[in-house]
């Protein structure tokens, strides 16, 4: 994203200055969740979803098993919150592994 924004010191983007032209976005790299990605054929289905407001909070509540009581308070599903511990220690450990992977290369470098 950073390559599309306008830069005053060359009078364009760093992408258009080096390629001679504007840069290309689709909904590649939009911040679509990939399960309303894949139901996208075409711009008339894009359209279809936004007039229909499918994308929404309660689409993802549904997504989540989030729940409001009749109080107004939520609750949530215990497996969600498992699944979500899941994601958040995998995460973690790509985190990790990557900067262990960036020290070798920095001392490898640095030599």
């Not at 010191?9 to 909904?27: D, H």
């Not at 994308?55 to 308070?73: A, L």
């Not at 497996?79 to 899941?86: A, K, M, P, W």
């Amino acid at each position: 994203m950073k390559n599309r924004a306008y830069h005053k010191g060359i009078n364009r983007s760093p992408y258009e200055a080096l390629f001679g032209c504007k840069m290309k976005v689709g909904l590649d790299t939009s911040f679509l969740p990939p399960y309303i990605l894949k139901d996208l054929d075409d711009e008339e289905s894009f359209l279809k979803l936004v007039d229909h407001n499918s994308i929404g909070p309660t689409n993802q509540d549904e997504e989540n098993n989030i729940t409001k009581d009749e109080d107004n308070s939520t609750s949530i599903d215990e497996d969600n919150i498992t699944s979500i511990d899941e994601d958040i220690c995998t995460v973690d450990n790509n985190i990790n592994t990557g900067n262990s992977k960036d020290d070798e290369n920095i001392a490898t470098n640095s030599r």
